[in-house]
Structure formats: C-alpha cells, structure tokens
C-alpha cells in the first residue's frame, strides 16, 4: 500500500532554494517494511569517496541508498523516513540540491543532526532510512 505524506497546515513547511526538504508526517499501512543502515560515502570495495567533499559524499549515500532499495524490491520513491549525520551542518545546507535529487523523490520525513564525527575522520555524512515497499 502506499504511503502517505502530509504537511499540516499549522507546521513550518522546511523549504531551501525553494525545494521543500521533507514532509512533516508519512503515514503507512502495509505489511512490507524497509529498514536501511545508515550509508556512508563508501564505494563497493569499502574506499571512501570523496574524502572531506560533502558534495561527492552526498552523492555517494545516495547511490548507496538507491542499491540498497533496489535489494529489497524498493526504489527511492518509497522511502517514508531518513535520518541524517553530518559533520557539518552548514556544508550539508549548501548542498541541498544534491540531497534533493535523492531524498526529494519521495520526500521523506526526515530529521537532520550535526555530531562530532563519524566513523572515519574523512567522512562526513551518514543516511539511514525506512521505506515501504509497495
């Protein structure tokens, strides 16, 4: 089944460069639930790419995101939460359309944090993520 998604009226609707970031509320009822690690900017032999590019990097999660979903029968369109780590706020914000041209298909909710580091001082974004598969 699919998932709905909804901005209520009486909650700030996020938006940068006129793109809005998430949706506030995503409501699923369907038996078929995706859980996604979160994903670094790591290529299939482990190498990271894009070592301190926030950019680069944010593209890497993504196609890692997408691989992931295509696993379990999913694309990006499904996804119905994300939750993102990052290094650096700021850079992250800059970049907003690179993270829209993944998580903007299906506009998630979603939830954004700045923490220290990751597991790797180079890396600079982490994406987990749950998607409904239809």
């Known amino acids: 089944m699919p998932a709905t998604k909804i901005q209520?009226?009486?909650l700030f609707q996020r938006a940068l460069e006129g793109r809005v970031l998430y949706s506030h509320v995503v409501v699923v009822e369907a038996p078929?639930?995706?859980?996604i690690s979160g994903q670094l900017a790591r290529d299939k032999s482990g190498t990271i790419v894009g070592?301190?590019?926030m950019r680069r990097q944010?593209?890497?999660?993504g196609d890692?995101?997408?691989a992931a979903l295509r696993s379990a029968g999913a694309d990006l369109g499904d996804l119905v939460k994300t939750t993102t780590f990052v290094t650096d706020?700021?850079?992250f914000f800059r970049h907003v359309d690179m993270r829209h041209n993944y998580l903007g298909v299906g506009l998630p909710?979603?939830?954004?944090?700045?923490?220290?580091r990751l597991?790797?001082?180079?890396?600079?974004?982490?994406?987990?993520?749950i998607a409904v598969r239809p």
């Open 109 to 116: 909710a979603s939830t954004t944090v700045e923490v220290r």
């Open 58 to 61: 944010i593209e890497q999660v």
């Open 64 to 66: 890692n995101l997408r």
């Open 8 to 10: 209520p009226p009486t």
């Open 32 to 35: 078929s639930l995706i859980f």
């Open 119 to 129: 597991s790797h001082p180079d890396l600079m974004v982490e994406i987990e993520a």
């Open 89 to 91: 706020i700021d850079e």
């Open 51 to 53: 070592p301190r590019d």
